[in-house]
């Protein structure tokens, strides 16, 4: 009985590791370790196209740009400020559909998927956050 147990461990080790995994897939008992192509040669790609890629760059971009490495958040307050001042001034039709979606999430309202069209989004907006009263 512990022989089995110790058995069926060794069997699921070795499939779930890496290696096993390989080597299932393979039908084959061993397989090699190979070695990972996916990623990029940066030494040979800078020794054969360092220099035109430098001057694309120098071309392309001004000499103070900055490379973003952020990603812009969605900015929800803005867009929930912006639904109340249009609903104020009656122009609550005039928002995008992109504005209505970040108000939703702002305020963590769930619109259903047939709410997507324009008018019934709208509806749907003013009746679930109360801006119709």
Known sequence: SSGIKRRVRVKIRRRFSPQGARSYCLEKDNVEDTEDRTKPDVENIDKRAGELMSDFNSQVFPPDYDIPTECKKPDYKKA???VQNKYREGTLSK?????????CKGVRIKIASKCQEKPNFLEAV??????NT
């Open 126 to 131: 003013q009746k679930i956050s109360g801006l």
């Open 80 to 82: 929930i400020t912006l």
């Open 95 to 103: 928002i995008s559909v992109a504005d209505l979606r970040l108000y």
